[in-house]
């Protein structure tokens, strides 16, 4: 099934609405804005993510004759508006804020413009893919920042969230600062660099751990680092201090190490002494295992002899915040600003623009919530993306997606970038729009 | 993409490996198994769910030719290896718990018996399906435990981790019990029944809430779920009350509300009390916004009038505890059991099965885990379903692994069944395994 991009991936009653559009011909302009009503306590900043798979999925959205002729078994739509999907296009604008700019609470970071059926039919995957992305570059972020110039590899595939998880995953960690993915295919689809090591069952599949280590490093000569984990850490490093100078004589240079189990920071001392006594100095030491920022943190400031780590579980679902609160709203119809005022979830109305102000120190200052149009000074962090549903300009490639996130990065306050929870830093709300909210809020509903 | 069925959805040294085992000729039959090492605090038992993925995952597995190409191009791949490549199936067999199945720690719920490359490459894709869908099944039977009767809607796409973790996250929850999906393609992929309301941006999008409520009910007259929130919950309550006749002339009858914010049982109590007040005792009232299991009890528990809810968010990232700490490992090669020894993570080795005894009361009593062939009282869980690569019958429909669920979480101990964290039920290990353990823990590495 070629599940990730069928229209039918969709929650029910956007179907169910759009037959009441099409009923009362309500097809005049809407606007929709997504943002994070709130961010996670375990989270200083986000890291807008996932803007090329949405633009993607606009560009190629429509129903097909399958999908529809199933639709219309399921009883629930009339023939009439099944054969007004047939032609259903998005041909609306999109701004945005670019894949890694660095984004607080209520701060739109996609606008989508469009026939009020349009915006709403794109409602259910537009979040999907942006809250992933979004949630896993937060996260990763926080370990490129927590171990700089450490080697970080993606090793999430197997636990996360299904297949495109897995992918898109792969891809937000790289965006947000990673070396590597273990995951071939989002090596394939998005040019990341791919990293891998050995397992265990290779190990255990030979008579013996030194059979395994000669075996596995003559068939990958380019590529050898070996697993000390499966039997006892300290003996398997020395049988690689032993095996070197054979592995040497046939041309093959062993690159690395790694360690999966117990303690990690003590085995890596341990393994690192049996290494330079054994002249292998330049082998590089690789953990993984139940890691996360915190634990990185604490491996860096202890200097803790590890080189680079394999992070998946943890990062892959983002377990301590695997979720974010972020809706796409209506903001505006026909012209007209509207307002959502449920309790606790009330929205800020109209056509919104985020402006960025810096310090003297070239430090983030503050931002500033105010309505598109008003003269604000500061940096607009939102800017056209798509225009009648066509890109505006070709994909921008994942690297340099990756240098505006260590530039924005750069830029913050220093408790923000911190793991540590910060004083929360939400933007500034200008008078206009805060007089519109007000002014709405007494209209008659 | 159909990022969900590449060969290369894989972790890199899964590819590395296999050119070592290619290299030397290690073809030999490997038995591998996939288990839980630990269970979560937060789960007094696992709902085993993902075989009929994996199974349709094995039956197609193949590389296409484009991605051998690709493969290649890489140069990470020696050409005879690629070419080997090409003509990898899995021809294998396979042994499972049937979805559905209650487990704890350490169980095998599946095992792989295949040469040892078909074994290996599967690794990562099996480990990715099993997981999040007993991830999931686990979550959501929590919910159906905690609020029994209640109709229950998975509602959870948009914050699911992608396409598939949506569409699979649909299929888990109705395993584990759910009513319902909002995940159109899921409900024509896995035939579950669909469900859905209307959002607030419908109500916005029209100038009054009551246009709105009668536009949405023309539109669809066979499902008026009427959401109350965008404003003032108890007004907009006052008006379905005031619109109800006008609709009812025109046969339309109003199924349900919806609330989705504020305090929902209070919203629930105000607003039953409008409705019956208003002649619509028939009028169920639906919630959303932040739900989990420990919510549905405590509302549940409290009589609070809600008949049916939402659950999106926690539910499919299955926030309180996102991953399992699960594994899928070699137990035997060329006929002799292995055991992996790493610190915490030693597995017990050889092929196992699950024996499990109940109790004079019809409930669970132990389960035991033993070598296959050991003669043991009880039922064993564990049962074939492929041979040489081909499934041994058709997919089971969801419905009856549905049932499965039912029964079998009916005859869980009542502290299992709590939400509360119970004591550790962990299968008894025979003596005979024991042994085994201790013996290979003596031989040479």
Known sequence: MNACSSALLTDLYQLTMLQGYFAERMEETAVFEFFVRRLPAERNFLLAAGLEQVLDFLEHFHFTPAELEWLESTERFRRDFVEYLRDLRFTGDVHAMPEGTVFFDNEPILRVTAPLPQAQIVETRIINLLHFQTVIASKAVRSVLAAPGKTLVDFGLRRAHGAEAGLLAARACYLAGFTATSDVLAGQLFDIPLSGTMAHSFVQACDSEEEAFVRFARANRDNVVLLLDTYNTEAAAAKVV??????????????????????????????????????????????????????LQKFFRAGVPIDGFGIGSRLDTSSDAPYLDCAYKIQEYAGRPRRKRSEGKATWPGRKQVFRLYGDDGRLGFDKLALEDEKTPGTPLIVPVMRNGKRLAPPTPLIELRRRVAEEVARLPADLQGLEPAKAYSAHVSPALRELAEKLDHAPS
């Open 242 to 295: 032993q095996l070197a100078p054979k592995l040497r004589s046939e041309g093959i240079l062993i690159q690395g190490v790694r360690l999966d189990s117990g303690d990690l920071a003590e085995h890596a001392r341990q393994v690192r002494r049996i290494l330079d006594d054994g002249g292998l100095q330049k082998v590089h030491i690789f953990a993984s295992g139940s890691i996360d920022e915190l634990k």
